[in-house]
């Protein structure tokens, strides 16, 4: 059996805050404002996969109202998903992930991004995919004021056979 889920997630881009992407710290002079460490990328990953559980959203799980979440490191959020989904019996079969952020450029930290979200999520690095671009000069992205991700993910029921 497999289900799908899919999520998109955006932070402002402000000053004094750090750049994490993919779980990956990215030099810049601006970073993602959020509770967390507003790493677009595993929030948008994590949501898909509660979404293809039908478990809801992130807000639910890890509110921003709960100061147990300030500043989280988004990776520990992932962690908890993938606890989730594994409870549920499902694993995943892949993910495809698109950035949209017009700078800095990313094709130099993709694998590394990669890498992170298959260690966390036991996948191997070819089931995690994403993707850069810019937007091109359009609104807020365009325009350096925000970075958007989305994510889709296909979840496998484990075979109960192993």
Known sequence: MYRIGYA??????VSNRKLILGGVEIPYHLGLLGHSDADVVIHALAEAILGA????DLGKHF???NEKY???DSKLILKEVKEMMNEQGYVINNADISI????PKLKNYILDMRNILASILDADVSQISIKAGTNEGVDAVGK???CVAT???LLRKESKNG
Not at 53 to 56: D, Q, T
Not at 100 to 103: D, F, G, I, N, R
Request: charged residues 30%; hydrophobic residues 40%; proline residues 4%.
């Open 151 to 153: 994510a889709i993910v």
């Open 100 to 103: 949209s952020l017009e700078k």
């Open 63 to 65: 509110p921003d109202t």
């Open 144 to 146: 350096e004021e925000a």
């Open 70 to 72: 300030r500043g989280i």
């Open 8 to 13: 998109s997630d955006i932070h402002r881009l």
């Open 53 to 56: 559980l039908a478990l809801g």
